[in-house]
Protein backbone atom coordinates (compact mmCIF):
# COMPACT_ATOMS: atom_id res chain seq x y z
CA UNK A 1 0.00 0.00 0.00
CA UNK A 2 1.41 3.61 -0.85
CA UNK A 3 1.79 5.18 2.48
CA UNK A 4 3.49 8.36 1.25
CA UNK A 5 4.03 10.44 -1.34
CA UNK A 6 5.69 13.75 -0.57
CA UNK A 7 8.97 16.21 -1.79
CA UNK A 8 12.18 16.39 -0.48
CA UNK A 9 15.04 18.73 -1.13
CA UNK A 10 17.41 16.33 -3.30
CA UNK A 11 15.36 13.78 -3.70
CA UNK A 12 12.61 15.54 -5.64
CA UNK A 13 8.85 13.61 -5.31
CA UNK A 14 9.28 10.41 -3.21
CA UNK A 15 6.87 7.48 -2.74
CA UNK A 16 7.08 4.94 -0.15
CA UNK A 17 5.84 1.83 -0.42
CA UNK A 18 4.61 -0.30 2.53
CA UNK A 19 4.65 -3.92 1.90
CA UNK A 20 3.90 -4.89 5.65
CA UNK A 21 5.93 -6.72 8.08
CA UNK A 22 8.46 -3.31 8.27
CA UNK A 23 9.24 -3.60 4.70
CA UNK A 24 8.69 -0.81 2.67
CA UNK A 25 10.18 0.20 -1.18
CA UNK A 26 10.96 3.68 -1.32
CA UNK A 27 11.27 5.48 -5.34
CA UNK A 28 12.62 9.38 -5.25
CA UNK A 29 13.56 11.45 -7.87
CA UNK A 30 10.25 10.98 -10.15
CA UNK A 31 9.25 13.50 -12.46
CA UNK A 32 5.58 12.62 -11.78
CA UNK A 33 3.84 10.11 -9.93
CA UNK A 34 1.07 7.73 -11.04
CA UNK A 35 0.20 6.23 -7.58
CA UNK A 36 -2.29 7.76 -4.94
CA UNK A 37 -1.69 7.49 -1.01
CA UNK A 38 -3.83 4.51 0.27
CA UNK A 39 -3.41 2.49 -2.98
CA UNK A 40 -2.37 -0.83 -3.15
CA UNK A 41 0.46 -1.43 -5.72
CA UNK A 42 0.83 -4.47 -7.73
CA UNK A 43 3.73 -6.37 -8.79
CA UNK A 44 4.90 -4.35 -12.41
CA UNK A 45 2.31 -1.14 -11.51
CA UNK A 46 3.82 2.17 -12.34
CA UNK A 47 4.94 4.35 -9.17
CA UNK A 48 5.47 7.19 -11.57
CA UNK A 49 7.87 8.07 -14.44
CA UNK A 50 11.77 8.87 -13.72
CA UNK A 51 13.54 12.13 -13.34
CA UNK A 52 16.62 13.24 -14.44
CA UNK A 53 19.89 14.69 -13.93
CA UNK A 54 23.18 15.40 -15.48
CA UNK A 55 23.70 11.64 -16.01
CA UNK A 56 19.80 10.97 -17.73
CA UNK A 57 17.16 9.00 -16.66
CA UNK A 58 17.24 8.17 -13.15
CA UNK A 59 14.84 6.97 -10.36
CA UNK A 60 16.83 6.84 -6.95
CA UNK A 61 15.09 3.34 -5.06
CA UNK A 62 15.85 1.87 -1.73
CA UNK A 63 14.68 -1.31 0.57
CA UNK A 64 14.34 -0.39 3.96
CA UNK A 65 13.45 -3.16 6.66
CA UNK A 66 12.10 -2.25 10.10
CA UNK A 67 13.44 1.47 9.12
CA UNK A 68 16.87 0.34 7.70
CA UNK A 69 18.11 0.90 4.41
CA UNK A 70 19.51 -2.65 3.10
CA UNK A 71 20.93 -3.67 -0.16
CA UNK A 72 18.19 -3.98 -2.51
CA UNK A 73 20.18 -6.16 -4.99
CA UNK A 74 19.34 -9.47 -3.13
CA UNK A 75 15.73 -8.47 -4.20
CA UNK A 76 16.65 -7.40 -7.26
CA UNK A 77 16.60 -10.27 -10.24
Keep these: MVSTITWLPGFG ?6 HQNGF ?8 AVAVQR ?3 VLQGAR ?7 LDGDLV ?7 GKRINPLIYLR
Design 13 to 18: SLVIVD
Design 24 to 31: RTVYANLA
Design 38 to 40: GAQ
Design 47 to 53: IGTSGSN
Design 60 to 66: HFEVWIE
